[in-house]
Nanobody, 132 residues
Framework: VQLVETGGGEVQAGGSLKLSCVASGQNIGNYPMAWFRQTPGKERTFVAALTRPGGDKHYADSNKDRFTVSTNRIQTSGSGTKITISLQMKNLMTEDSALYFC???????????????????WGQGTQVTVSS
């Protein structure tokens, strides 16, 4: 399974940014997919998740009124499945600055959507910087 995030950048406080994640692989159509973020010297923290592509949405309390996770596209072919999800972030604050990661994993192994340790597959991350 490969995950590639795009869309990071620098934005002023109060602004918006949309991140995208493309996941590709075999039999990933029911894998949970999530967004985490990390700042230097700290652990990755949960941002938002889908129970599966197109499934229920879950958010961290700190951003549930400002962030929206969505499933944008699901493509299935003989070579596998490609899924695109996004994270729309509005009214960004300086404390939202972080490296944002897309994650996925086998559904039976993800006991908690909010626990980074449950996910086996990670993207390389995309940097979001919010300036005051």
């Amino acid at each position: 399974v490969q995950l590639v995030e795009t869309g990071g950048g620098e934005v002023q406080a109060g602004g918006s940014l949309k991140l995208s994640c493309v996941a590709s692989g075999q039999n990933i159509g029911n894998y949970p997919m999530a967004w985490f973020r990390q700042t230097p010297g700290k652990e990755r923290t949960f941002v938002a998740a889908l129970t599966r592509p197109g499934g229920d949405k879950h958010y961290a309390d700190s951003n549930k009124d400002r962030f929206t996770v969505s499933t944008n596209r699901i493509q299935t072919s003989g070579s596998g499945t490609k899924i695109t999800i996004s994270l729309q972030m509005k009214n960004l604050m300086t404390e939202d600055s972080a490296l944002y990661f897309c994650a996925s994993g086998v559904a039976s192994k993800v006991a908690s959507l909010k626990d980074a340790a449950d996910y086996d597959y990670w993207g390389q991350g995309t940097q979001v910087t919010v300036s005051s």
